[in-house]
């Protein structure tokens, strides 16, 4: 087990890189409801998409909106890495139709690209397999 700073214990058989490190305290800050701490880990330019579609724009503007839209919770559930490219599964929630209710979690995937230790991209597909795909990452670099 390897304990990331900001994050739940995880396994591994590598060293968690810093690339790693800023896609894991970025999903602790957005499950915070921390967007202050999501945009400071976020580029100044940020790409971010799913299914809905896809912006790219100022970071700080761009991740507002969609904090607040989306209303979303992630849970990491595993972890894939090279170079500057992390996927990630995860459990997703979204905020409910009543109030203070939350969906039934779904597993999900998404890929981020890292840059200067902050995100520059994180696209969500609906599955593991896609999101390893559009990456070019394989089973063989999970963390």
Avoid at 5 to 19: F, N, Q, W
Avoid at 52 to 79: K, S, V
């Amino acid at each position: 087990m390897l304990k990331v700073p900001g994050t739940k214990m995880i396994r591994s058989r590598v060293m968690a890189t810093d690339a790693v490190s800023t896609v894991h305290a970025w999903h602790e800050a957005l499950n915070r409801g921390d967007v202050e701490e999501l945009i400071a880990l976020s580029s100044d330019e940020i790409e971010v998409g799913g299914p809905r579609g896809r912006g790219t724009g100022p970071g700080a503007r761009l991740l507002r909106d969609w904090f607040e839209r989306a209303g979303i919770r992630l849970e990491l559930y595993q972890t894939f890495h090279r170079d500057s490219t992390v996927v990630v599964e995860q459990g997703a929630s979204w905020r409910g139709p009543e109030p203070g209710t939350t969906t039934e979690p779904q597993t999900v995937a998404s890929v981020f690209i890292v840059k200067d230790g902050r995100v520059a991209s994180v696209l969500r597909y609906a599955d593991l397999a896609a999101a390893l795909e559009a990456s070019g990452l394989t089973y063989s670099d999970k963390v």
